[in-house]
């Protein structure tokens, strides 16, 4: 086997791990919510993701890069870690908090093509017709789930449950932008992030919520997603990036993540996947991979 095919291979192998976990998150937020308010989940994860981030960067014999920022860059995780974990996190458990897992997980997946939408003002990029396209395609996806199928009504669906998902693709969409000219070690940079993010979090919960005592499962809950929906799991991904030959193809593996979430979710959390929901999700997996191809051909164009 030559070093490319070696360097692919583990690049599938990488990704394959991150999606498979990544899968698994939906199912985590809805368990733990269960034991936990969306704020206590906020709070504990996180304190397990900033232990796990920390581990990862000691093993790479990086964690020093944290100390050795710029002013600049210390007052770009400040902003950065109050869009994530502390609003992006809270809104995104609520929202879990007031749906079912099957219709807050895609449309919480759309984020990708509102990071699209929201590039137009803020990075003064342009949008083809297919990206508009895209964009009816996915939100079409949207309303099939949201309203379980009787597009005429409401379906019994929390309408505040659905904005707060829609709000938070604009949340995660408005950090990955401000993220875009971070030039630090991800890793590091993601720790700082949420080094900052944890005095709002503790705020909140000083406020809105309280540090009482919560049952193993809840603790074992956050735990989880503390690891491997914002800790570990991230490093994977990064990895099967670097390692990739062809970063489209293992890119195109995160396609596989919803449709395995809503396996999980059936079996753990005990939904019965109801027929909108993958018909739904099917218009949203389409929708974005046409913006992905446009946005392919987008830059073949701009290099030729």
């Known amino acids: 086997m030559t070093t490319v095919m070696k360097r692919q291979r583990n690049a599938y192998l990488f990704g394959i791990a991150a999606v498979m976990l990544w899968s698994t998150v939906a199912s985590a ?34 964690l020093g890069a944290i100390f050795t920022c710029s002013k600049s860059e210390y007052l770009q995780s400040f902003r950065l870690g109050l869009i994530n974990p502390f609003l992006y996190y809270l809104v995104l458990f609520k929202a879990y908090d007031l749906l079912p897992a099957q219709i807050a997980q895609p449309i919480n997946y759309t984020w990708a093509l509102t990071m699209t939408f929201l590039s137009i003002p803020l990075l003064k990029q342009k949008i083809g017709v297919q990206e508009i396209v895209a964009g009816i395609v996915c939100y079409l996806g949207v309303v099939v789930i949201s309203t379980r199928g009787d597009i005429t009504g409401l379906g019994g669906v929390s309408l505040p449950g659905v904005a707060l998902a829609l709000g938070s693709t604009v949340l995660w969409s408005l950090y990955w932008i401000y993220n875009i000219k971070d030039t630090r070690d991800p890793a590091a940079g993601l720790l700082l992030n949420f080094l900052f993010g944890l005095p709002f979090i503790f705020v909140y919960c000083l406020l809105f919520s309280d540090f009482r005592a919560v049952p193993p499962a809840g603790l074992a809950g956050a735990a ?29 593996l995160i396609f ?41 051909r987008g830059r073949r164009a701009d290099r030729a």
């Open 29 to 62: 937020f809805k368990l733990s919510l269960r034991y936990l308010d969306p704020a206590q989940l906020l709070l504990y994860s996180s304190l397990v993701s900033v232990f796990a981030l920390s581990l990862i960067l000691a093993f790479q014999g990086k």
């Open 224 to 252: 989880y997603v503390g690891m491997f929906e914002m800790g570990a799991t991230f490093v994977l991904w990064l990895y099967a990036l670097k390692h990739a030959e062809n970063t489209a193809r293992v890119g195109y």
């Open 256 to 296: 596989l993540s919803p449709f395995l979430s809503l396996v999980f979710i059936r079996f753990f959390v005990g939904e019965r996947i109801m027929a909108s929901t993958v018909a739904g999700l099917a218009l949203i997996v389409a929708g974005l991979i046409i913006q992905q191809v446009g946005s392919a």
